[in-house]
């Protein structure tokens, strides 16, 4: 998933159906000297039908389902539909189309989704007297257009209806109190300019990178996590979070997407799906921690496929959220456990066929930890591939954002 190439409930059904020949023959044989402009009052934002849903999935599969058969890609995308986050209406997928032509005769011009996040908002604040106010948000993924619908502006225009209909979107009484969504977010695969221009401004995007290392160092102090010890881990990363937000200083808003449960099983379960599909078993380490409670230094990742068994270079062992307890200990009491943390990851990463490790936007506090841990790493700022962009419903700039914790955890 992720922003690609722009090529109420939710009332898709979350199960998979096959496209249905008139879905599939319309979608991908409409005359194109009989479709609308993109600017034409004839073309509406809609919801697909599930036959049409699974048609743009089987579209998408060349670009984005290297690593599975195209049953188990349309399979994983169905099985997505039905995790924590996304079920109940957390995911709505939307397409845009002719208004007058009928569902499953209708030509899909271009198509994306959206899943709906808890978020939390500080305004000013510092010296932890802020008030921190929860919402939401959404992160919008498989920004799609066909090849031969390409070149229109189809994809602009479903931007900006998306943009605009994500404002109020499933939002309740909103962050913001008057009933809006907080933000939306994408990663945008082509560069910082297009989805810039329609409302969702780049901010940083960089990661360190380890390779990985077969076998684990002798005296490791990391114990390992697996699924029975997220719960509490994200309970306390939240209160964390929530804290951290409250103590900073006046003058921005800060913003951030919740490291909850849900958040981080959506990422596992995928991987869980991808892993099972190419390995035939699934991992048991999903990360690794040191420290005493009160003290302690965590990460937890996922393994994410795009090569599979071909190809190293589409697998990457992203970690998803870094957190440390205490950041007020120096940098001298946490160093050995962050090394024992990363040193699990490389082994995990060289086991899983991975091409490297990836740490997404590293605190000031984690980047003094990799520079002082003695492990060999290559700092990476990203200017096309992973864009992290926000769109903000608030009354402020966007440019007075402080977008905190803005780590892998967040994409979708």
């Given at each position: 998933?992720?922003?690609?190439?722009?090529?109420?409930?939710?009332?898709?059904?979350?199960?998979?159906?096959?496209?249905?020949?008139?879905?599939?023959?319309?979608?991908?044989?409409?005359?194109?000297?009989?479709?609308?402009?993109?600017?034409?009052?004839?073309?509406?934002?809609?919801?697909?039908?599930?036959?049409?849903?699974?048609?743009?999935?089987?579209?998408?599969?060349?670009?984005?389902?290297?690593?599975?058969?195209?049953?188990?890609?349309?399979?994983?995308?169905?099985?997505?539909?039905?995790?924590p986050?996304?079920?109940?209406?957390?995911?709505?997928?939307?397409?845009?189309?002719v208004?007058?032509?009928?569902?499953d005769?209708?030509?899909?011009?271009?198509?994306?989704?959206?899943?709906?996040?808890?978020?939390?908002?500080?305004?000013?604040?510092?010296?932890?007297?802020?008030?921190?106010?929860?919402?939401?948000?959404?992160?919008?993924?498989?920004?799609?257009?066909?090849?031969?619908?390409?070149?229109?502006?189809?994809?602009?225009?479903?931007?900006?209806?998306?943009?605009?209909?994500?404002?109020?979107?499933?939002?309740?009484?909103?962050?913001n109190?008057?009933?809006?969504?907080?933000?939306?977010?994408?990663?945008?695969?082509?560069?910082?300019t297009?989805y810039?221009?329609?409302?969702w401004?780049?901010?940083?995007?960089s990661?360190?990178a380890?390779k990985?290392?077969?076998?684990?160092a002798?005296?490791?102090?990391?114990?390992?996590?697996?699924?029975?010890?997220?719960?509490?881990?994200?309970?306390?990363?939240?209160?964390?979070?929530?804290?951290?937000?409250?103590?900073?200083?006046?003058?921005?808003?800060?913003?951030?997407?919740?490291?909850?449960?849900?958040?981080?099983?959506?990422h596992?379960?995928?991987?869980?799906?991808?892993?099972?599909?190419?390995?035939g078993?699934?991992?048991?380490?999903?990360?690794?921690?040191?420290?005493?409670?009160?003290?302690?230094?965590?990460?937890?990742?996922?393994?994410g496929?795009?090569?599979?068994?071909?190809?190293?270079?589409?697998?990457?062992?992203?970690?998803?959220?870094v957190?440390?307890?205490?950041?007020?200990?120096?940098?001298?009491?946490?160093?050995?456990?962050?090394?024992?943390?990363v040193?699990?990851?490389?082994?995990?990463?060289?086991?899983?066929?991975?091409?490297?490790?990836?740490?997404?936007?590293?605190?000031?506090?984690?980047?003094?930890?990799?520079?002082?841990?003695?492990?060999?790493?290559?700092?990476?700022?990203?200017?096309?591939?992973?864009?992290a962009?926000?769109?903000?419903?608030?009354?402020?700039?966007?440019?007075?954002?402080?977008?905190?914790?803005?780590?892998?955890?967040?994409?979708?």
């Amino acid at each position: 998933m992720g922003s690609h190439n722009p090529s109420a409930t939710n009332p898709s059904s979350s199960t998979s159906a096959p496209p249905s020949p008139a879905a599939a023959a319309a979608a991908s044989s409409w005359p194109l000297d009989s479709l609308p402009d993109a600017s034409s009052p004839q073309l509406i934002l809609t919801h697909p039908t599930p036959a049409e849903r699974t048609h743009t999935w089987k579209m998408t599969y060349p670009m984005w389902g290297g690593a599975l058969t195209e049953h188990d890609y349309l399979a994983r995308e169905a099985y997505l539909t039905t995790v924590p986050l996304a079920r109940d209406g957390g995911i709505t997928h939307w397409i845009l189309t002719v208004a007058d032509a009928a569902p499953d005769r209708r030509p899909i011009l271009s198509s994306c989704e959206s899943l709906r996040k808890r978020a939390v908002v500080c305004r000013g604040g510092g010296d932890g007297d802020g008030k921190v106010k929860e919402g939401v948000a959404h992160g919008i993924a498989s920004v799609f257009t066909e090849p031969r619908f390409r070149g229109r502006g189809y994809a602009s225009r479903m931007m900006r209806e998306v943009g605009e209909r994500l404002r109020g979107w499933q939002a309740g009484g909103g962050g913001n109190g008057d009933g809006r969504s907080l933000f939306s977010v994408l990663y945008s695969d082509i560069g910082k300019t297009f989805y810039a221009r329609h409302g969702w401004a780049a901010f940083e995007s960089s990661h360190v990178a380890f390779k990985p290392v077969e076998g684990l160092a002798e005296g490791q102090v990391a114990r390992v996590i697996g699924y029975h010890e997220l719960a509490e881990l994200c309970a306390v990363d939240e209160r964390l979070l929530r804290a951290n937000l409250a103590r900073r200083g006046p003058g921005k808003t800060h913003v951030a997407l919740v490291p909850e449960l849900d958040t981080l099983l959506w990422h596992l379960m995928r991987e869980d799906y991808m892993t099972k599909s190419i390995f035939g078993r699934t991992p048991i380490v999903r990360g690794a921690v040191a420290g005493e409670p009160g003290k302690r230094v965590w990460a937890v990742w996922m393994r994410g496929y795009y090569g599979g068994l071909k190809k190293k270079e589409g697998n990457t062992l992203h970690i998803l959220r870094v957190v440390v307890e205490d950041p007020e200990q120096p940098d001298e009491k946490l160093v050995d456990g962050f090394r024992s943390i990363v040193q699990v990851a490389q082994h995990e990463a060289a086991e899983w066929k991975t091409q490297d490790v990836q740490m997404w936007n590293p605190t000031p506090k984690i980047k003094g930890l990799v520079e002082k841990c003695g492990i060999e790493f290559e700092f990476v700022t990203r200017d096309k591939d992973s864009i992290a962009s926000l769109r903000w419903y608030g009354e402020e700039p966007t440019a007075e954002l402080d977008w905190v914790a803005n780590e892998k955890y967040a994409w979708c």
